[in-house]
């Protein structure tokens, strides 16, 4: 591990009354649709810059749907909170830092969130750590068209906190090549053609080409978190290896048809860091696991990004775990 990168960061998500969608830094990280309860310690590594950081909840207080136009309904009101956490672990000494920047409730009667100073457990909440801090400060501001897995959108709320992180991440490898980008005809036309390529060398099997396509991803994951020395080493040590993108899968699941409707237009689209990256929700690229007709369906969840060039290229692979 000596030669990869040493440190784990997870983020501690608690909240009660709402579904939420997970960001850093505006990258995709995971959602939740369990309005009710939710308690999650998403690994937030591979999101990270070094320095000023931005986690952001965007997230619905959904309190039941229309009945005449299916629209899902929200409010905030006193069974809302939201409880978060970083944690920085260190593998190589076992060290844990964390801090606790939010801890709210929401307040009907007063129509306002209210901050509480202690932890779940009854203790201070901790800001500032060695190598990681925040100034538990919050913004709060209204966002339409939260998107969730299966393409459902839903408005609500978007929660943005800052911390900071001392240690040397790498940058992303699309970082000074990616262009902002518009939604337009032309785009989304566009990004149907770069799904179309990668769907179109998982129906030949050619997987060497796939590794071209991802490698700068799976080398960063590879740094991030694992022992692995390289994209290759990285992916070859996962379950299925390359084998697992091929048109029939090592446990017998078939590519399916590109999943998307007839007009591009109609397409959700999901764009992140702040407007440089892009994916059409739900995932269009598909398998259906034994035996047919099962509905049981493993994805390639790719995000792109646009080059100065014009070319389009894979800028993650958003698992979502």
């Known amino acids: 591990m000596a030669n990869n990168f040493e440190y784990r960061y997870n ?28 308690d999650y310690s998403p690994n937030i590594g591979l999101n990270l810059r070094p320095g000023k950081n931005t986690l952001s909840l965007l997230f619905s207080p959904i309190t039941g749907q229309d009945p005449s136009t299916e629209e899902y309904l929200y409010s905030l009101h006193d069974g809302v909170a939201i409880d ?9 000494t076992q060290e844990r830092e964390r801090i606790h920047p939010i801890r709210i409730r929401y307040n009907e009667a007063e129509g306002r969130f209210e901050h509480l100073e202690l932890t779940a457990s009854g203790e201070e909440r901790v800001l500032e750590q060695p ?43 699309w970082e000074r090549e990616a ?16 799904y179309r390529h990668i769907h179109g060398l998982i129906s030949r099997n050619d997987t060497e080409a796939i590794f071209q396509e ?14 692995r020395n390289s994209a290759r080493d990285f992916i070859e040590n996962t379950q299925h290896g390359l084998a697992g993108y091929e048109r029939v899968g090592p446990g017998g699941e078939v590519l399916q048809p590109l999943y998307w409707g007839d007009n591009p237009q109609e397409d959700q689209l999901e764009f992140l860091d ?9 995932n269009p690229i598909l398998w259906e696991h034994p035996p047919a007709g099962s509905e049981r ?10 080059t100065r060039n014009g070319e389009w290229r894979v800028a993650d692979v958003a698992t979502g775990i």
Do not use: C
């Open 11 to 38: 983020a501690y998500i608690h909240t009660e009354g709402s579904a939420w969608s997970l960001r850093v830094n505006d990258i995709y990280v995971r959602d939740n649709v369990d309005v009710p309860y939710a």
């Open 84 to 92: 978060i956490a970083v944690e920085r672990y260190q593998w190589t």
């Open 274 to 282: 702040n407007g440089r990256l892009v994916r059409i929700r739900p």
């Open 297 to 306: 369906f493993a994805s390639f969840p790719v995000v792109f990004y646009k």
């Open 131 to 173: 190598h990681l801090r925040s100034n538990g400060r919050m913004q709060l501001s209204e966002f339409d068209d939260i998107i969730f897995g299966g393409g459902q959108t839903i408005d609500g709320y978007r929660l943005d906190i800052t911390f900071t992180v001392d240690d040397p991440i790498p940058a992303f490898h």
């Open 214 to 227: 991802v490698e700068p991803v799976w080398e960063r994951t590879a740094y991030m978190l694992t022992e």
């Open 179 to 194: 262009v902002v980008l518009e939604d337009t005809p032309e785009l989304r036309r566009e990004l149907r053609d770069a």
